[in-house]
């Protein structure tokens, strides 16, 4: 008889709950490489999550850490209190691009500048998921939303933020890369940002920042699969891939 | 200790230390901005944690993160600043975190001015945010009160996971007077069984005020109204003077009730029964005492350094049993003994007891 051989299991960094994610969503992806790179830096029994509003504002009940929940854009703010009293403990936030890109830019970029020693995981799928598919700020130009129905015109509605270029412009930012999940080699690029994120972190070089491109398939309004060769066609000419900025 | 002349934005921040502050987060505010100061200083001598946000909406996020952790944790501002931390409060208030919030009123409404008002009393004792909450707050007249009422609203803030407000004006940040501190409390804080600190060793925390099912958001109000209702009933508290022959009751707080004891005292001098209560809990408000006045007294004369917001307050407590009247100055004007002086004694020619045995102000009877 063959003994089963387990090739892939659920790392313990992910609780057993069902995730409400739509199927199709990279949110599901990025949630498990983070969890597999505590497990693999044997820090998920001393890290923090700090959990967004958005899509993923039950971050919580899937990776099994402890965790809290921040305010809509604030997660960079709520992970400075929590590394200044836990210096020794291992903070992340995870938020959308709503979150940090547009209510939230001021907390990030201040996080960034003050070299808190905190790993920002930014989730950029070009829309406000959670509330039903408005127009980012990492919208395309010509991207149809429910608040851009003509498609984004960028003479009334500006261009889309390039988060990881901004972030790597300040002094306090050690670590700074946009990867994206839309196919299984960028996904392996994706994890090995994350744990250089968390890394640097542990190493105490300051600010890390993972931006990871993301899809939407239910506000895009398209296919799981559709949606991964949008992110491909149309993000990633808006987005290059790359890493930013890597202080040792 | 010995007594020291002490600044009140100073006395407060030095009390929060010895108290066992472990973080503050702030943003400079007139007539707040001592405090920040003195912080910056103090906190990494003692090797606590300081940081100068970069807003006040990123303060009150700082507090709660560094509360989530189980830390004693502080912010200070003014009324433009509190306005911008409503949000952050009112996460405080739903993810039950101890945080204690120093506000040193100045005028408004808008950029208003920099002097000394109370007119946040509505925003500080309604909600201080959106949804159904209300913070405890505690309000001082003199620095040693301030000093002895900041360890309290630490105590206060752990014992009921509970947002802690203290309010106090720019006269009573700005002003200095003999004061004694209290000694360095022992500072140790272990870990609360709710806080986070990395799940090693147990199952995973988590810290939220989401509640998705409707159901489940009514039981956690109706768990947060419960503990209102125990702290009303417990940790009310107010001082007099004069009350148990007062025809009058002058109702006032932090620096008005002292600019309405001098007033007190000049009607005193002159034969007026008159008496000064003063809440020293705004919310709870110390309504059992009041009600227990309300029978007795004549009248009640609200003073406050704003348009009247503690006179509802006042007003609830009294139910129609007494007529109540009010005065107060607007925009950071400071209120003089004698302007309340001559208010208390309009007010006792006013009053009035009807045949039917009724008590009104004329201005009421006329009506
Ligand atoms: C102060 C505040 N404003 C607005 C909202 C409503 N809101 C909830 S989620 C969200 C957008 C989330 O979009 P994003 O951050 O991109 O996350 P996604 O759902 O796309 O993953 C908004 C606007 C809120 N909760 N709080
Ligand atoms: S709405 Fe979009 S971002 Fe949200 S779970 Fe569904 S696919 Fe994912
Ligand atoms: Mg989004």
Redesign the interface.
Same mark, same amino acid.
Request: a positive charge; proline letters at 0%.
């Given at each position: 008889m063959i003994a089963e051989q387990p090739v892939y299991e659920r790392p313990i960094g992910l609780t057993a709950a069902y995730t409400h994610y739509c199927p199709g969503c990279t949110h599901g992806i990025a949630h498990r490489l983070t969890a597999e790179v505590l497990e693999e830096l044997g820090i $998920?029994?001393?890290?923090?999550g =700090?959990?967004s509003v958005g899509c993923s %504002?039950f971050a919580?009940?899937y990776i099994?850490?402890?965790? =809290?929940?921040?305010?809509h854009g604030?997660a960079p703010? %709520?992970?400075?209190? $929590?590394?200044? %009293? $836990?210096p020794d403990?291992?903070i992340f936030t995870y938020q959308g691009d709503g979150d940090l890109a547009s209510i939230g830019l001021?907390?990030v970029l201040?996080a960034a500048a003050?070299g808190e020693c905190i790993t920002v995981i930014f989730i950029n799928n070009a829309i406000y998921g959670m509330t039903g598919g408005q127009m980012a700020p990492t919208s395309p130009a010509g991207m149809v939303t429910t608040s851009s129905p003509t498609g984004r015109d960028p003479r009334q509605t500006g261009h889309p933020v390039r988060v990881c270029e901004l972030i790597a412009q300040m002094d306090g930012a050690a670590y700074v890369a946009r990867r994206s999940l839309h196919n299984p080699a960028e996904i392996r690029r994706a994890k090995k940002a994350l744990r250089a994120a968390f890394e640097c972190q542990m190493n105490g070089r300051g600010f890390a920042l993972v931006e990871l491109l993301s899809t939407c398939p239910t506000n895009w309004g398209m296919t799981p699969v559709d949606a991964l060769r949008w992110v491909e066609e149309r993000m990633l000419p808006v987005f290059p891939l790359g890493e930013f900025k890597n202080v040792p | 200790m010995a007594r020291e002349l002490l600044k009140g934005n100073e006395a407060i921040a030095e009390a929060a230390i010895r108290a066992g502050l472990d973080a503050y987060f702030g943003y400079p505010i007139t007539p707040q901005t001592e405090l920040l100061e003195y912080l910056a200083r103090r906190m990494p001598e003692l090797g606590r944690a300081f940081v100068q946000a970069e807003s006040e909406v990123a303060a009150i996020n700082m507090v709660y993160g560094a509360a989530c952790a189980g830390k004693r944790a502080m912010t200070s501002s003014s009324g433009p600043g509190i306005s911008l931390m409503q949000e952050g409060l009112s996460y405080i208030a739903g993810a039950e975190l101890p945080a204690v919030v120093v506000d040193v009123m100045r005028g408004g409404p808008g950029l208003g001015n920099i002097a000394a008002s109370q007119s946040d009393y509505f925003q500080v004792t309604r909600s201080a945010g959106h949804g159904d909450f209300r913070p405890l707050t505690l309000a001082p007249a003199t620095i040693q009160e301030a000093i002895d009422l900041t360890g309290l609203a630490f105590d206060l803030a752990e014992r009921y996971r509970m947002l802690v407000i203290l309010l106090i004006d720019g006269n009573l940040g700005q002003m200095m007077e003999p004061a004694e501190l209290p000694p360095f409390r022992q500072h140790t804080s272990p870990t609360p069984e709710w806080a986070v600190s990395g799940a090693e060793g147990r199952p995973h925390r988590i810290i939220t005020s989401l509640y998705l099912q409707p159901e489940a958001l009514e039981r956690h109000n109706l768990k947060l109204q419960k503990k209102l209702a125990v702290i009303a009933e417990r940790e009310q508290r107010f001082a007099g003077l004069y009350l148990e022959d007062a025809d009058l009751i002058v109702v006032a707080f932090g620096s008005a009730a002292r600019v309405a004891q001098n007033a007190v005292e000049a009607a005193r001098a002159q034969g007026m029964a008159v008496g000064l209560f003063r809440p020293i809990t705004l919310s709870p408000f110390p309504m059992r005492a009041l009600e227990r006045l309300a029978p007795r007294a004549r009248a009640f004369l609200v003073v406050e350094m704003n348009a009247g917001q503690m006179v509802e307050d006042v007003r609830l407590a009294v139910a129609g049993r007494a007529p109540v009247r009010f005065y107060g100055r607007l925009g950071g004007v400071e209120m003089l003994p004698d302007e309340v002086l001559q208010a208390i004694e309009q007010a006792m020619r006013d009053t009035r007891v009807t045949k039917n045995g009724a008590r009104m102000l004329d201005a009421e009877v006329q009506r």
């Open positions: $998920l029994g001393r890290t923090i =700090v959990a %504002v919580y009940n099994a850490c402890d965790f =809290v929940g921040a305010a604030r703010a %709520v992970a400075t209190g $929590l590394k200044r %009293v $836990l403990r291992i001021g907390e201040h003050r | -």
